[in-house]
C-alpha cells in the first residue's frame, strides 16, 4: 500500500473510533474543495468539524421529537397566528425564546371546544424541542392510565422520576373527560412533584370555578390550582371554534359553486319539494374540537 493510502485508511480508523462518522464521510470531499479554493487549514478544519455538528444537532433534534410524542404537522408554520386575541399573539411569541422553562413556570391554556388551544401548545412544544429543550406531550386521559398502571405496579415514582427528565410537560384536555377521584389523585401526585421543578403547560375548557369537579375535593382543587397559578402565564382564547370557522367556510364555498349551474340547481330543488317528499339532509354539526 502507498502512504496515502496508509494515511486514508488510518484517519478513517480513528475518525470510527472517535465516534465522528459524518467528518468520516466528507473528509476527503471537503479536502478537494480545498484545493481548488485553495482554503487555509483552519478553514478545512471548521468545515469538516462544522459538518459533524449540524448532523449531530439534526439526529438530535429528531430524536427529541420522536420522544416528545408531539405530531409533526402541527407546526408553527401551519398555526395561524392571525387568530389569536393580540395579547394571546404576544404571550405566545414570549413562549417561543423558552425562557419560562428556565424559570420552572407552568402555562395555563383557557378555551372552548375548537378555539385552538392544543394546535397553540404543540406548535410552540416543537419550536421549543427544535431549540434544544426537552418537551413531552399527552393527553389527560392517556397520562391518567399511565399513572394509574404505574400505582397498580408499585412504579409510580420511577415514572414520575421519568417525566421529571423534560423541561416541560403538555397535558392536553384537562377536564374534558371525567375522570374518578382515584384518576385525579395521581394527577395531583404529579403537579405536585413537579411544582418548581419542572414547567406543566395544560389546556383546559373549563375555568378554575369548575375545578372542583375535576379533582372532586375542595382541597385538592385548592392545592392543585395553588401549585399550577404560582409561577405561570395564562392564555384566553376566547375566540370561535377553528373547525366551526372550517365548516361554515366550506359550507359557503360548495353553495357558491351551485350558484354557477342555476337551472341544475332549480330542477334539482323542484324534484326534492315534489317528488316524494324528501328533503336534503341537515348540515353535519361539528364535533367538539380541542
Not at 373527560?177 to 421543578?197: D, G, K, P
Amino acid at each position: 500500500m502507498t502512504e496515502a493510502s496508509n494515511i486514508k485508511a488510518d484517519l478513517t480508523q480513528n475518525l470510527k473510533h472517535l465516534h465522528l462518522p459524518t467528518i468520516r464521510q466528507c473528509y476527503e470531499e471537503v479536502a478537494r474543495q480545498a484545493e481548488r479554493e485553495t482554503l487555509s487549514y483552519e478553514r478545512y478544519l471548521h468545515e469538516v468539524v462544522q459538518r459533524e455538528c449540524d448532523e449531530r444537532l439534526e439526529n438530535r433534534t429528531t430524536k427529541m421529537l420522536r420522544e416528545s410524542q408531539l405530531p409533526l404537522e402541527k407546526s408553527l408554520e401551519a398555526f395561524d397566528m392571525r387568530r389569536l386575541p393580540a395579547k394571546a399573539a404576544r404571550q405566545m411569541r414570549t413562549l417561543l425564546d423558552g425562557g419560562f422553562l428556565k424559570r420552572t413556570e407552568n402555562v395555563l391554556v383557557f378555551g372552548n371546544p375548537g378555539s385552538g388551544k392544543t394546535n397553540l401548545l404543540q406548535a410552540a412544544g416543537q419550536e421549543l424541542v427544535r431549540k434544544g429543550h426537552r418537551i413531552f406531550f399527552t393527553s389527560c386521559e392517556m397520562l391518567v392510565q399511565e399513572l394509574l398502571i404505574a400505582k397498580r405496579d408499585l412504579k409510580l415514582s420511577k415514572l414520575i422520576k421519568k417525566y421529571s427528565r423534560y423541561e416541560g410537560m403538555i397535558i392536553d384536555d384537562l377536564g374534558y373527560i371525567r375522570q374518578t377521584r382515584e384518576e385525579m389523585e395521581v394527577v395531583f401526585t404529579l403537579l405536585a412533584e413537579r411544582y418548581e421543578r419542572g414547567s406543566v403547560l395544560l389546556t383546559s375548557n373549563l375555568p378554575f370555578s369548575k375545578w372542583e369537579g375535576i379533582f372532586k375535593d375542595p382541597m385538592t382543587t385548592a392545592a392543585a390550582i395553588d401549585r399550577l397559578v404560582h409561577h405561570s402565564i395564562i392564555i384566553e382564547l376566547n375566540i370561535p371554534s377553528y373547525r366551526l370557522e372550517q365548516a361554515k367556510n366550506n359550507l359557503q364555498s360548495l353553495e357558491a359553486d351551485g350558484k354557477e349551474e342555476p337551472a341544475l340547481a332549480a330542477e334539482e330543488s323542484s324534484e326534492l319539494s315534489s317528488g316524494s317528499g324528501l328533503r336534503p339532509p341537515p348540515p353535519a354539526s361539528s364535533p367538539d374540537s380541542r
